[in-house]
């Protein structure tokens, strides 16, 4: 079992930059491939960023590739989300995700076992 605690929501500024946090607990996340999702209101949760540390495989979804950025502290057993030039079309709940070894399907919710509370980030201008 792996219990993820993000931390970092809050709200954002228009072209300004805020970082998430995803801490693991219960296992070693350097086994798992970890992603990062959002939800906003009235929409489907959808893909942001993914990333396996056993191939060094990163994803990103088209709209925030350039401008967010998924890395990771194995040691310390977290995932992190760097955003950068927020746009109002970001406000979102922002979810982190773990699944254990392959990054087959990463981009489908249903592939992850384990899930974040999905801090709120709105975002304005």
């Known amino acids: 079992q792996v219990q993820l605690v993000e931390a970092g929501g809050g709200l954002g500024q228009v072209g300004g930059s805020l970082r998430l946090s995803c801490a693991g607990s219960?296992?070693?996340?350097?086994?798992?491939?970890m992603a990062w999702f959002r939800q906003a209101p009235g929409k489907e949760r959808e893909f942001i960023a993914a990333?396996?540390?056993?191939?060094?495989?990163?994803y990103y979804t088209d709209t925030v590739k350039g401008r967010f950025t998924i890395f990771r502290d194995n040691d310390k057993h977290t995932v992190y989300l760097q955003m950068t030039g927020l746009k109002p079309e970001d406000t979102a709940a922002y979810y982190c995700?773990?699944?254990?070894?392959?990054?087959?399907?990463?981009?489908?919710?249903?592939?992850?076992?384990?899930w974040g509370q999905g801090p709120q980030v709105p975002v304005s201008s």
């Open positions: 995700a773990a699944k254990y070894a392959s990054d087959a399907q990463a981009q489908h919710t249903f592939a992850y076992s384990f």
């Open positions: 219960g296992r070693t996340l350097s086994s798992y491939t």
């Open positions: 990333s396996n540390s056993r191939r060094g495989s990163i």
